[in-house]
């Protein structure tokens, strides 16, 4: 049966950068999944209130007024944003830019790469008004057929809807975004290229013991607690 596989790391900022290491390194970095059924729906408050219960444990002294929550736009986790009230919500970057081009794709047909890198800078500079502007602006000025228009309206919409998440990105304490690269190491890199088969049974243990390998964890005693 095909799983849909939710990831949730955490951290409290960057590790200051040395000689020896010029990327930016997560600080306190833990993580936690979730496997659910392909088209199955987890109540919003209900996975809000697994994501504070899984911050209590890693962390103290939380202050919820301080949480940035970084995501690819889906309506839910907008959702679980806005339930902690004063939460600040930014769209990550891999999927914004990836939006851009596929958008840029459809539409533009001259000048492609200059006006791509001019929503990107509008994407970056946190001025969602005129990025969207822009992308309506283009798409009212070309002959498209009804599906490309309608694909193109829900970018637009995409945009609107993640327009607060769009606005902080030039904000001081916009830290990034990790969750490709999260997605990528803890999952895919674990499944390695091409189909691969697994029973539900392997998959969570193989994804439980890369969890525990991020938590640095004690991964014996951590298979013996948790691993079926």
């Known amino acids: 049966m095909v799983q849909l596989i939710v990831t949730y790391p955490f951290h409290t900022g960057h ?14 970095k833990q993580g936690h999944f979730i496997m659910l059924k392909v088209g199955k729906r987890i109540n919003t408050m209900d996975y809000r209130d697994l994501l504070i219960k899984e ?6 002294n939380i202050n ?9 736009g889906d309506t839910w986790i907008r959702e679980i944003a806005n339930s902690f009230g004063n939460v600040r919500y930014i769209l990550d970057g891999y999927h914004a830019i990836k939006k851009l081009k596929q958008t840029a794709f459809n539409i533009i047909f001259e000048n492609r790469k200059v006006t791509l890198n001019s929503w990107i800078k509008l994407y970056k500079d946190g001025n969602h008004q005129e990025l969207i502007k822009n992308i309506r602006s283009s798409f009212a000025k070309n002959e498209l057929n009804k599906d490309i ?4 309206r829900k970018a637009s919409n995409y945009f609107i809807n993640n327009k607060q998440g769009i606005h902080n990105q030039n904000l001081e304490w916009n ?5 490709e690269s999260d997605v990528s190491h803890l999952v895919k890199q674990q499944l390695g290229c091409g189909t691969k088969i697994y029973n539900h049974k392997n998959l969570n243990n193989l994804l439980h013991l890369r969890m525990a390998n991020l938590n640095k964890l004690n991964v014996l005693h951590y298979i013996n607690e948790n691993i079926n």
Request: glycine content about 6%.
């Open 55 to 60: 911050l209590q444990k890693h962390y103290v």
């Open 175 to 179: 830290i990034g975004c990790s969750i």
């Open 64 to 72: 919820y007024d301080k949480i940035i929550i970084c995501g690819n």
């Open 149 to 152: 228009k309608t694909n193109l």
């Open 15 to 28: 590790k200051e950068k040395n000689y020896k290491n010029t990327r930016r390194e997560p600080e306190n």
